[in-house]
Nanobody, 116 residues
Framework: VQLQASGGGVVQAGESLRLSCAAS????????MAWYRQTPGNERELVAD?????????ADSVQGRFTISRDNAKNKYTMYLQMNSLKPEDTGVYYC?????????WGQGTLVTVSS
């Protein structure tokens, strides 16, 4: 399984960004895709996740501002994170994650920088 994240960049506070994550390979149809972020000195934290059945979960800090979505196809999934009303505290490296059964996969990070 391979995960490829893209879409990070530098924006001003209040602006928007859209992250994408393309997952390919031998992927079990029942799975969860997620976005995590990490800042220096802190642990990786969950931003949002979405099951293959459509159930979503958001961190309190992004609820109402971020929207996770995904396109499902056989052995190829694309996940998005629409980030609106960005704040400086949203700055970090964003990682996409895919998990199913006992497997857990990570993509490379994409850096999001929000300036005040």
């Amino acid at each position: 399984v391979q995960l490829q994240a893209s879409g990070g960049g530098v924006v001003q506070a209040g602006e928007s960004l859209r992250l994408s994550c393309a997952a390919s390979g031998n992927i079990f149809r029942v799975n969860v895709m997620a976005w995590y972020r990490q800042t220096p000195g802190n642990e990786r934290e969950l931003v949002a996740d979405m099951s293959s059945g459509g159930t979503t979960n958001y961190a309190d800090s992004v609820q109402g501002r971020f929207t996770i979505s995904r396109d499902n196809a056989k052995n190829k999934y694309t996940m998005y994170l629409q980030m609106n009303s960005l704040k400086p505290e949203d700055t970090g490296v964003y990682y996409c994650n895919l998990r199913f059964t006992r497997y857990n996969f990570w993509g490379q990070g994409t850096l999001v920088t929000v300036s005040s």
